[in-house]
């Protein structure tokens, strides 16, 4: 894990009352005496640099993480060593679920670029949402997200044509993007293009390609980092199964 140093969250400069990720995170749809209580347990750490982990796979679960600032990706290895992606995971989101049926990671969490984290030991959260039944119900949302993002993972990857891959990705993406409060359709790309190819299971090329073809069909609009999903881009990719005739 990054050594990073651990500070009370009280002391730096935003609580969890004050936070613009409030109602994304642990403490959404909890009353103010329930947020005092999870804020006096959770902990800030400092800024994590670029490619630095946050938890390592193998790694007991002693923590849940709530990406504060900056995003983050999850990644898996084979024993011959060669890595696929399959999360990534934006300010307010949750990191560190993989653990919780088996107790153990069983994947890397990395920082895509400068980031902090809000993190909770696991001990803490159980004994305060014994008593907060707000708390037990947002857990049970975040888990829902996770999956949800999963299922959405899983329908990016059944598109044959890479372009469909590629549109769909982004199209979800702006949605996470949106519910920061953020503009719609407009965002910055935290990830770099070999790292969407990990993700959507294709090589660098065919993402750059994907890219080229989407902007001169008039579905998105780029420009460096930046991504604007257009009007036609807007409308929802028909299933393999329509597509088929």
Sequence with gaps: MDSATVVDLRASR?????????????????????????????????????NAYVFRAGSALARIYVAREGSFKTVVS???GEQQIIGFHLPGE????????????????????TACVC?????????????????????????GHSMGRDQDHLEMMSRRQAGDRVLLFLQRLAERFA?????TGIFQ?????????????????TVSRSFTRLQEDGLIAVRGREVRLLARSAVEIPPPAARAH
């Design 14 to 50: 935003r609580s969890c009352n004050e936070c613009l990720l409030r109602r994304l995170c642990l403490t959404a749809g909890i009353d103010a005496d329930a947020v005092d209580s999870l804020d006096r347990v959770i902990r800030r750490r400092r800024p994590i640099t670029r």
């Design 78 to 80: 084979s024993e011959d």
């Design 94 to 113: 949750i990191i560190g679920l993989d653990a919780l049926g088996s107790g153990i990671h069983r994947c890397d969490a990395i920082a895509l670029e």
């Design 119 to 143: 993190e909770v030991a696991l001990e803490d959260l159980h004994a305060i949402a014994a008593h907060v039944p707000g708390l037990q119900r947002q857990l049970l949302r975040v888990i």
């Design 179 to 183: 519910a920061q409060g953020g503009e």
């Design 189 to 205: 790309l935290p990830m770099t293009r070999e790292d969407i190819a990990s993700y959507l299971g294709l090589v660098i090329e």
